[in-house]
């Protein structure tokens, strides 16, 4: 066999056996990955030793740039899902778009809390919210859930310091501040047409609280919205300028830190605005300052409890991340990345949807978002590294790809689908599998356009 022949069957070998370990035992997904690693690397053909340095080199290097932004990123979320800061958010923007565009409030919400908070929390969060909101207004729980859930789904996958896009930004060595812009302008369209889809659904799929609020009914009259605006009003929730600064302030500090980078300012104060700007120090202040004006009610051990809580959700996030890591690195130091990366230089297709299409088949396969779009990471940058692409959109690439059609192996349906309490299987493909697929659709033809742009 050719040495080309050998590194192919090692990838292939390695692929098959993430995906027979991930679905068919119960391995879990982290040892699976470090599994696939070794495999890919000895049956391609590269020195035992130089798998295992190659693998905990991967592992350290791809943890080392992103795994304290992850930790801060999960500490700040939990903290802002315990105060009621994400209640807030939501309310205060029904309040400024009133009646009729509640959808709108609900995507956007869901578009700024997901930054910090992982869908399923955000939507459990949230439930009682749009459950309420559906009481008293007449609007069907099933159009302001579905928008809720669009709007958390597509910054959760695109915008850092959520974990997948900020793992992917890792792999793919993309500035964050960039891999943040990028995501929240990509995330934009995206949110029109999840708006549009649950006006319709919800129109087709017309389902209310019933008066005890534990059952479900499907009437023909809407009620009224000033009853829900006294109803939260009459919450002890924290100020909308408390709630949103933990989230923009990071983001502000990151932004900034990108500007002044490609403006080559790195002298006397640029030093130090570059400081606060770095993606570590900027997440951690915006946990520090969550802290102090949020969890100023709470007793010492009480506030420790609540994110300690955040932090036992980052510790696998990091491992597979750094998982991902460590099977890019033994694909670039195979030299089956440079092989592949020929093969596909020399097909008809753009170099952008390789990791796109990749994230796609993953997550259809094995339901999550996050490993999917890490594992398309993984796979793909070490191939994309020496080609003519914009690393930038093959990273959103990697994360918008793992938008495709949710369903029964994603955790993230079933709590979507069960907390407005759609049942019944045909719904549910409807209410929550047809709305993620339409904007990966959208998502590849935005990515197509910016390819060709940029």
């Known amino acids: 066999m050719t040495t080309e022949g050998q590194m192919i069957l090692g990838l292939v070998v390695g692929i098959f056996a993430l995906i027979l370990l991930v679905l068919k035992t119960k391995v879990h997904v982290f040892p699976a990955l470090i599994i696939a690693s070794a495999l890919t690397g000895i049956i391609g053909g590269m020195p035992a030793i130089d798998v295992v340095d190659s693998i905990t080199s991967g592992f350290g290097s791809t943890i080392g740039s992103i795994g304290i ?22 309310f205060t923007l029904l309040k400024w778009l009133g009646k009729r565009k509640e959808e709108w409030a609900m995507a956007i919400t869901g578009y700024i809390v997901s930054i910090p908070i992982f869908v399923d929390s ?31 789904i597509v910054t959760h996958h695109a915008v850092p310091p959520t974990p997948g896009p900020l793992g992917v930004a890792g792999i793919f060595g993309v500035d964050i501040g960039q891999m943040i812009l990028s995501g929240l302008i990509f995330g934009i ?89 770095s993606p570590v120090i900027a997440v951690g202040i915006g946990l520090v300052v969550a802290i102090y004006t949020l969890f100023n009610h709470l007793k010492r051990s009480d506030a ?40 596909v ?49 093959a990273a959103q690439a990697a994360t918008l790809g793992a938008l495709v059609f949710s369903y029964f192996n994603d955790s ?13 299987v045909k719904e549910q493909i409807m209410v929550w599998s047809i709305p993620m697929t339409l904007i990966w659709g959208v998502s590849l033809v935005m990515l197509l356009i910016a390819n060709m742009i940029f």
């Open 189 to 277: 369209p995206l949110i029109i047409v999840g708006v549009y889809y649950a006006k319709w659904i919800g129109k087709k799929i017309y389902q209310l609280p019933d008066e005890t609020g534990l059952g479900w009914k499907r009437p023909e009259k809407p009620e009224s919205f000033a009853e829900y605006v006294n109803m939260e009003e009459s919450k002890d929730l924290p100020s909308l300028f408390k709630s949103i600064t933990p989230i923009l302030l990071p983001i502000v500090l990151i932004f900034m830190n990108t500007g002044l980078s490609a403006g080559g300012l790195n002298d006397g104060v640029y030093e130090y605005l570059q400081f606060i700007g």
């Open 304 to 343: 420790l409890d609540r994110m300690e809580e955040g932090i036992s959700s980052a510790g696998i996030i990091l491992l597979v991340t750094g998982a991902g890591g460590a099977l890019g690195t033994i694909l670039r130091n195979s030299g089956t990345g440079d092989y592949l990366a020929e093969l």
């Open 345 to 393: 230089a020399s097909l008809p297709l753009p170099a952008i949807l390789i990791p796109f299409f990749v994230a796609s088949i993953v997550r259809l396969i094995q339901g999550s978002g996050t490993v999917a779009m890490i594992t398309s990471a993984s796979i793909t940058a070490p191939i994309l590294a020496n080609m003519d692409v914009n690393m930038l959109l």
């Open 69 to 90: 932004v992850i930790g801060f990123g999960v500490m700040l979320g939990r903290v802002l899902e315990v105060s009621g800061a994400a209640e807030r958010l939501a």
């Open 122 to 152: 955000a939507f459990v969060i949230l439930a009682p919210l749009i459950k309420a909101l559906s009481t008293k207004t007449g609007k069907s729980i099933v159009s302001l859930g579905v928008a809720l859930g669009v709007g958390l």
């Open 412 to 424: 993230g349906f079933h709590v979507i689908t069960r907390l407005m309490g759609v049942r019944n």
